[in-house]
């Protein structure tokens, strides 16, 4: 077995024996190459009352390379209006990046998420959405991300 496959089965059985943080649940967990779970931001935030689902593919270098991370835009959900987040799904977000860490879960990462989200001080879209989307790649991990703005 893969180390990837080892530690998603870890990440797995824990959230069955613990369960997940409040405002974030499993849809999705079927195999070791993609999950998708929930996030709802609590509380008196820009978001309450949304809810919306991050999808995570893995490769077979997990969680020594970052998992590939976006907001799910389908028929059901829609990626949140956010400073860092493109209409695509993407999301530029430097613990998706060159601030990766093995120590990472999924779980971590669905916080951090939410916690962005929950800080979030304007809904409006990244300045280069159009011209990102446009020509963005399907995986996020093949961008180049510019991380420059923590202030949102």
Request: proline share 7%; with cysteine; charged share 30%.
């Given at each position: 077995m893969a180390v990837s496959s080892r530690r998603l089965q870890k990440e797995l059985m824990d959230i069955k024996k613990e369960g997940t943080p409040?405002?974030?649940?499993?849809?999705?967990?079927?195999?070791?190459?993609?999950?998708?779970?929930?996030?709802?931001?609590?509380?008196?935030t820009l978001y309450k009352g949304e809810k919306f689902a991050l999808m995570f593919r893995f490769d077979n270098q997990y969680p020594i390379s970052a998992p590939a991370v976006q907001f799910v835009v389908d028929d059901k959900y829609q990626a949140p209006i956010h400073p860092h987040v493109y209409s695509?799904?993407?999301?530029?977000?430097?613990i998706l990046g060159n601030?990766?860490?093995?120590?990472?879960?999924?779980?971590?990462?669905?916080v951090t998420i939410q916690s962005m989200l929950a800080?979030?001080?304007?809904?409006?879209?990244?300045?280069?959405?159009?011209?990102?989307?446009?020509?963005?790649?399907?995986?996020?991990?093949k961008t180049r991300w510019d991380?420059?703005?923590d202030d949102v």
């Open positions: 409040v405002g974030i649940e499993v849809i999705q967990a079927d195999d070791f190459s993609k999950w998708i779970l929930s996030v709802e931001v609590l509380g008196d695509n799904g993407h999301i530029c977000a430097s601030e990766w860490s093995p120590v990472l879960s999924v779980v971590a990462v669905c800080s979030c001080k304007r809904k409006e879209r990244p300045p280069d959405n159009d011209r990102y989307v446009a020509r963005a790649p399907d995986n996020p991990k991380f420059h703005d």
